[in-house]
């Protein structure tokens, strides 16, 4: 996490591959890095050569989980019997 990794959440629209007209919603959800998201780039790669159905579009969000500010050195440390 302290790479830069975050949770990256996205919403995939997919059109049904028998009902070309019938959106689908898809949800994936994974550590990445941003902003150039190679696990979800992969993913998508992955989508559109082997799975029928075609897409749609792509919402991404995502969310940094240990920001700089929230890392800092311990200078003591209690023991409690």
Known sequence: M???YS???AEII???PDHRL????YIWQ???LFPDLP???KF????QTKLDGPLHSVRVA???LIKPSEVRLVTKEFLLN
């Open 14 to 16: 997919y059109r049904l």
């Open 62 to 64: 995502h969310q940094n």
């Open 2 to 4: 302290l790479q830069g």
């Open 22 to 25: 019938i959106l689908q919603s």
């Open 44 to 47: 998508l790669h992955f989508w």
């Open 7 to 9: 949770l990256a959440t």
């Open 39 to 41: 696990n979800l780039h």
């Open 30 to 32: 994974d550590y990445d």
